[in-house]
C-alpha cells in the first residue's frame, strides 16, 4: 500500500458543502469527500517518519508534523479506532498511549477513518500496518481568508461608463429569477462550515423554525483548532465572522437578502440577492 498526499484535502469540518435535503432533517450521509491524490514513495521501515520532507509545499498550508488521518476499510466494522489504534500500536511498536493525541474520528456511509498525532519516534510504515488501514494522508493546517479592506466595484473602476457583469447575469441565475421567478423556496440547505451569522439582517437576523437560519449544531466548538484539536460541540452554529470565518460568506452567496438593508455596519455597497433567497438554511 502506498502513502498518499491529497493535493487537495479539506476535513469534514473545514470545508463549504451544499446539502439539499427537500423531505428531512437528516443530512447524515450527505457528504461528498472531494480529493486530489499524489503518490510519493514511502522511505524505508528503518527510517523515521519524514513525511514532512517528502511531502513538498503546499501551497500556504503547514504540515502539522507526526500527525496523519488513517481511512479505514469500511467492510471491516470497525466498533472503536481509537482503541485499535492505541491497541495496535502500543503492542507491535512499542509506542506508549501517552504519545498518541486523538484528534478526531470519523464514521460515516462514504469514509471511515481517524485523525491522530504520535510523539514518539516511528515510521510511516507502523502507520501504515494499523489493521484494516487502506489509505495514510498528511494533515496540514489550512489558514483561513484574509480580510478584505479594500473593495472598489466594477463601475467605480470603469467610471461608471460600463455597468458591472455580476455572477447572477454569467451563471443563469438571474434567468430563473426573472423568467421562473424561482427564489428556493421550499429547499433546505445545509452550509456545512464555520457556522453562520444568523444576526447579520441579510440572513434572517435570527435562528430557529421561523428563521431563515432554521437549524443547525457546531459540532467542534468555538475554540477549536489546529492547536486546540479537541471538539466540544454545542447547539449554537453561530460563526463569530473573525478573519478565519467563511460560512457567513458562503450562506450570503446562497440565499441572502440585502435588498432593503438599513442598518449601519450592515448596508451592502450594492443591494443584491443570493442564489436562492427563500431557502431555509442549517449551519454547522
Known amino acids: 500500500m502506498k502513502l498518499i498526499i491529497p493535493g487537495m484535502f479539506f476535513l469534514m ?10 423531505a428531512s432533517d437528516d443530512v447524515d450521509g ?14 524505508k521501515e528503518e527510517q523515521p517518519s519524514e513525511i514532512d520532507s517528502a511531502a513538498g509545499p503546499m501551497n500556504d498550508y503547514t504540515l502539522i508534523p507526526k500527525t496523519y488521518l488513517v481511512q479505514f476499510d469500511q467492510r471491516a466494522r470497525i466498533t472503536n479506532f481509537e482503541q485499535l489504534i492505541i491497541d495496535f500500536l502500543g503492542r507491535s511498536r512499542g509506542i506508549p498511549r501517552s504519545a498518541i493525541t486523538m ?5 460515516t456511509s462514504l469514509f471511515s477513518g481517524a485523525s491522530f498525532s504520535v510523539n514518539f519516534e516511528h515510521s510511516i510504515k507502523a502507520i501504515e500496518s494499523i489493521p484494516d488501514v487502506i489509505s495514510v494522508y498528511p494533515v496540514y493546517s489550512v489558514p483561513g481568508p484574509k ?27 438571474a434567468q430563473i429569477h426573472d423568467q421562473m421567478k424561482n427564489f428556493g423556496k421550499g429547499v433546505r440547505i445545509a ?9 447579520h439582517p441579510a440572513l434572517g437576523g435570527c435562528f430557529g423554525s421561523q428563521c431563515k437560519v432554521a437549524f443547525g449544531h457546531d459540532f467542534v466548538g468555538d475554540r477549536f483548532s489546529a492547536s486546540n484539536p479537541i471538539p466540544v460541540s454545542d447547539d449554537d452554529p453561530i460563526d463569530d465572522c473573525s478573519a478565519s470565518s467563511h460560512g457567513t ?3 450570503g452567496i446562497i440565499a441572502a437578502n440585502a435588498t432593503e438593508i438599513s442598518q449601519i455596519g ?3 455597497i450594492v443591494p443584491f440577492l443570493g442564489v436562492a433567497p427563500q431557502a431555509t438554511l442549517g449551519a454547522c
Open 13 to 22: 469540518f473545514g470545508m463549504a458543502l451544499f446539502v439539499v435535503a427537500n
Open 30 to 43: 450527505a457528504f461528498k469527500i472531494l480529493q486530489k491524490f499524489a503518490d510519493f514513495t514511502v522511505g
Open 103 to 107: 484528534r478526531q474520528t470519523i464514521s
Open 147 to 173: 480580510p478584505f479592506t479594500n473593495y472598489v466595484s466594477s463601475d467605480q473602476k470603469n467610471n461608471n461608463q460600463e455597468a458591472p457583469a455580476i455572477a447572477h447575469d454569467l451563471t443563469g441565475v
Open 191 to 199: 452550509v456545512i462550515d464555520s457556522g453562520i451569522d444568523y444576526f
Open 249 to 251: 460568506h458562503v450562506a
Open 266 to 268: 450592515f448596508m451592502p
